[in-house]
């Protein structure tokens, strides 16, 4: 089970039609506040004490795992329901945590190899199970994944159970192991009403036959507060057609303003990953060895030919602080 505590409270504007938001959240409603949890401004928990995950996740589980679009698409249209402005991310200096992901040369814009430390993710909302893409990045911990906000929470609504990572996926096969969360965090404006403009998440996973995940995969660096308008590379595990999940893609190119949905202050590169990819790691210029700094956010419908992302200022930066040092 999954226990939560949300710190704060924020609504955002939604004027768009038909967003497209890859891989989401489900219809749980929210469980109730933990006393374990660790107070931090701006920053929702959830402690997961339910260790089943690994031995959960068979083959046949996260093949037959569905991205959840037909839930995020109910999700935007809540907060379209209910409309109100959120100020944009107060814009910090510039931070950048060094990592050790591996020196890995990638082609753009094709299929890839497996990468170590990005992988996919697997949980279960509602009694549904989901799957999205994620990423090891650099902590204190050094057991710390980057996702997307809605493939933690529902935002807003209950944290995921059985919340899992399989880093360097190929086909069904896990070669790193599977590797369960113990603690899930958002910010507050992401899970308390599923602002596009926080859509990211960092689980910190249990240790692994005595190992911490950075040891075993690597992890990337982390930017924070960087320019706009940089060249990206960006990579996920896209399961809804034309793909099928199974293998590692990648799209690549320099990242522009949303112009449809302003209010969100995300920016887009040339894409067409569909659900599945969500949460999969954006690198700053053109391999899986850059620092990462955003997250396959959304799209504008099945047929979108860019991917959006969050800006990650010091908003996300506190999140990823508190799973960072998280114990």
């Not at 959006?308 to 200022?313: C, I, L, T």
């Amino acid at each position: 089970m999954t226990s939560t505590r949300t710190l704060a409270t924020s609504l955002m504007s939604l004027t768009t039609a038909a967003l497209f938001a890859f891989c989401s959240a489900g219809q749980a409603t929210a469980a109730p506040a933990s006393p374990d949890n660790k107070d931090v401004a701006g920053v929702s928990s959830a402690a997961v004490t339910d260790t089943s995950g690994a031995d959960y996740w068979t083959p046949e589980r996260m093949r037959s795992a569905i991205p959840a679009d037909v839930l995020a698409k109910k999700a935007v249209d809540r907060q379209k329901a209910n409309p109100a402005v959120l100020p944009e991310q107060a814009k910090g200096p510039e931070a950048k945590i060094q990592g050790n992901a591996p020196q890995i040369q990638t082609k753009a814009n094709a299929s890839e190899s497996p990468v170590s430390h990005i992988g996919k993710v697997f949980f279960t909302l509602g009694g549904t199970n989901y799957v999205c893409s994620a990423n090891s990045v650099a902590s204190t911990n050094r057991n710390t994944v980057s996702t997307a906000g809605h493939c933690l929470n529902e935002g807003p609504g209950a944290f995921a159970t059985k919340f899992t990572f399989v880093p360097a996926y190929l086909n069904g096969a896990a070669p790193y192991g599977k590797w369960t969360a113990k603690a899930l965090y958002a910010p507050t404006q992401w899970s308390s009403s599923g602002s596009m403009q926080y859509d990211t998440g960092f689980a910190v996973m249990s240790q692994l036959n005595g190992r911490n995940l950075a040891d075993v995969v690597g992890a990337s660096g982390v930017s924070f507060n960087a320019a706009r308008g940089l060249a990206y590379k960006a990579f996920g595990y896209p399961a809804a057609s034309p793909f099928n999940g199974e293998s590692l893609k990648s799209c690549s190119g320099t990242a522009t303003n949303d112009p449809y949905s302003p209010e969100f202050n995300t920016q887009g590169i040339p894409c067409n990953m569909t659900g599945g990819s969500s949460g999969g790691p954006w690198f700053i210029g053109t391999s899986s060895s850059g620092y990462q700094n955003s997250v396959n956010s959304y799209g504008y419908g099945t047929n979108s030919t860019k991917m959006y992302g969050p800006y990650w200022g010091s908003v996300i930066q506190q999140a990823y602080n508190t799973a960072s040092s998280a114990s």
